[in-house]
Structures are given as structure tokens and as C-alpha cells.
């Protein structure tokens, strides 16, 4: 429903504990082919990307890989369920290990990708996100199945979160701009167009001095290059900042070579830098061992080299405002929310996977956290709107 801009919570809440209750009874064909459809239509966006390499016959053989790695962990986990329960002397054919199954999937992250979230299903109900809630709702479940008494689904109560999220796309903070643009991959790294992606950048912080705001926030790599090797560049952004705190993305590259992707942080004629943490699996960094990984970069990405990531996220203060640094992907995983900050500035470049369903994922993940530890978060974007996601009480 989120791709089509709907929203209804008491038919999501239906839909998503009748998803848990048939999958819960079903077999292990079931459970397979749950699996491949759902790793078919939650990841088939990660594929999009290769049409940038020219590697549009990749596409279906990377669809085919996921959706067969998904699908046999769903039939292993209904092997198991049948295997154990079979001869157990206690909750003898009941779905308890499909439930535990079902509960510990999120913690599965192959290649470090822990995008898929069985609780993600809860965002927009009345049920809440935090894993003990999804074991009261399985747990119910599993109770009501095995003893056939549909009594035990009241425990979902215990699960009812009355808190959610309110996405707002229009500037509701008078003081941050975020900014949206709508540059294509091919555009961004072409050479001929970067004299108007720098004209476009200042364009926009000259607005946001205009409107007197004091941070304005761009997408991530907005600059193709290395700003630090750009001092024109670098030295303008310098003097505007003693008008306005500017928090954009470009690479960074330091004096050893190592390429980082980077949020320059600009404010009062200085920088300070937060470097990504989270890199993206293949496309900034090779999860392989160290000689596939050259092998593969080689082939495939014309022996692009891997960024290096840093030891930890980056918290920055601005006005007395403490915020956590994230960039696109990392925004979407557990460690950047490591103790649980109140406020967290995200830089995106949707443009590798788009058209696609993942700036929606992406958005449900982020307020997915949002509801898990209440991070308002500002996301500025591009090649899909920039929005802030804020907690909010129950109407």
C-alpha cells in the first residue's frame, strides 16, 4: 500500500497478521515459494542498479539468486519445524519453530544486508515494531493454531503500540532546508555537466540564506568528485557558510589515497567530515575475500576501488542540536541507531535504483526506527522527494 501512497491501519493490521497466520500453517512448498516471491518483490530494486554498468544481463540472474537464497531459507525453516516437532513430546505439531524462524530472519543479514524485517510489516498498524512485540503476535498465533482455540489471539493485545510516524514532505522546520534534486546517474558523472551541477548547489543554498535558515542539508555525492581536491569550490561553500550551516555529500579523499564517502559538514568558514560507516555491499565495497573482491571489481565495475568506511557514526552539533550522520544505505540499518539518537540528518542518491520500489522501502525502514526509538530524521534526497519523519500520538 505504501508504494501506491495509501494507508489504512486497521487493514494493514488485518492483512499483516493474516500473512503470519496462513504462513504459519502452510507447508514446506509454501514456505519456499513465500520465500522466492517475497525476496522477488522486496529486493528486485538491488538489480535496477546493474542497468548503469550495462550489465543488463545480470538482472535476471541476480533475481533468480536472491529469490533462491530467500526461498530455501523459508524451506529450511519448515524442514526444521516438521522435523522436530514431529517428535516432540511437548507442543507436538505446533508452528513454534516456523515462529521462531519467522522471529530471527531480521538478524539474518547476508553480505552484512539486513534490509529484510518480518516486523516491517507492522509500521503502519496499531501493533508496534520491537521484537518482543512480534513474538506476542506469533506466539499468539502458534497458541490459537495449536490448541484451535482463537481465544489466544487477545495476547496480540499486549502487542497494541499506540505511537507511529507522521512523514512530512513540505519544509515544516523553520530553520533546515533540505533539499531535493533530480539528477540521473548518468548526468551526475558526466563530466561536461558538472560546471551546472556546482551552479545548481549554490543556487540552492543562496535560497536557503534568502529564506534565513540556518542549515541546509543536500543529497549525498551531490559533487562527483573529491571536494577537498576542489579549493574553489570548497572555498565558496566556505564563505557562504558564515551565513548558513551547510551539510552536504561528496567524496573525500585524504592524503594516503583512500576514498571515502563522505557528509561535509561546513559551518563558520570551517568543515569537519562524517564518514560513512555502512557500506554498500558491491557498490562501494566487496564483502568477498580479498582476492575475489579484486577479481570481481575488475570484471565487473572497471576495477573501481572500494571506499574505506569509519570505526563508527559520526554525531555532530549544531546550535545546540545534536545530530547523527547517515548516508543513504547505512540509514537503514541497525548500528547507525546504536544509542538511540534524537535527531539524525540522512543524505540519499536514490538515482541507482530508480524507477523502483525502494525509496519506498527505504522510507518504511526509516520510520520503521523512527517508531523503534523515536530518531526524528531529516532526509534529503535525490531522485525522489526529501522528506522528515517525525514520531506522533495516537489521534
Known sequence: MAWFDLSSKILETILALLFFWFLLQSERKIWFWSG???ALLWFWWIMVSFKHYQMLWAIPLGLLFISLGYGGIFWLIAWLDEKISRHATVLANAPYIKALGLWGLSYLHPLSFDWFKPELLFVHTYIGVQKWQLAMVLIAIVLSQYRKNILFLLLILFAYSPSHTTVTYQETNSSITLANTM???EDKWNPKLIA?????????????ISKQKQ?????????????????????????????????????????????????YIIK???????????????????????????????????????????AKPTDFTINKTTYRNAICYEACSETLYEGEPEQMIVTSNNGWFIPSVE???????????????????????NMSPSYTIRKKSPQ
Request: charge should be neutral; proline fraction near 5%.
Open 36 to 38: 522466492f516471491f517475497i
Open 183 to 185: 539528477t540521473t546517474v
Open 196 to 208: 551546472s551541477h556546482i551552479t545548481e548547489v549554490f543556487e540552492i543554498i543562496d535560497r536557503a
Open 215 to 263: 542549515i541546509v542539508v543536500l543529497p549525498e555525492s551531490v559533487f562527483p568528485f573529491f571536494l577537498n581536491n576542489e579549493p574553489k569550490v570548497l572555498a565558496a561553500l566556505m564563505q557562504r557558510s558564515k551565513q548558513i550551516t551547510i551539510i552536504i555529500g561528496a567524496l573525500y579523499l585524504d592524503e594516503k589515497r583512500i576514498h571515502r564517502n563522505a557528509t
Open 268 to 310: 563558520d568558514a570551517t568543515y569537519t567530515l562524517a564518514n560513512k560507516v555502512l557500506l554498500v555491499p558491491f557498490g562501494e565495497s566487496n564483502p568477498l575475500p580479498e582476492w575475489a573482491g579484486r577479481w570481481v571489481n575488475k570484471v565487473f565495475f572497471d576495477g573501481a576501488v572500494d571506499y574505506i568506511a569509519s
Open 359 to 381: 525509496p519506498t522501502l527505504q522510507r518504511l525502514l526509516l520510520e520503521f526506527y523512527n517508531r523503534k526509538y523515536g530518531t526524528t530524521i531529516y532526509h534529503s534526497v
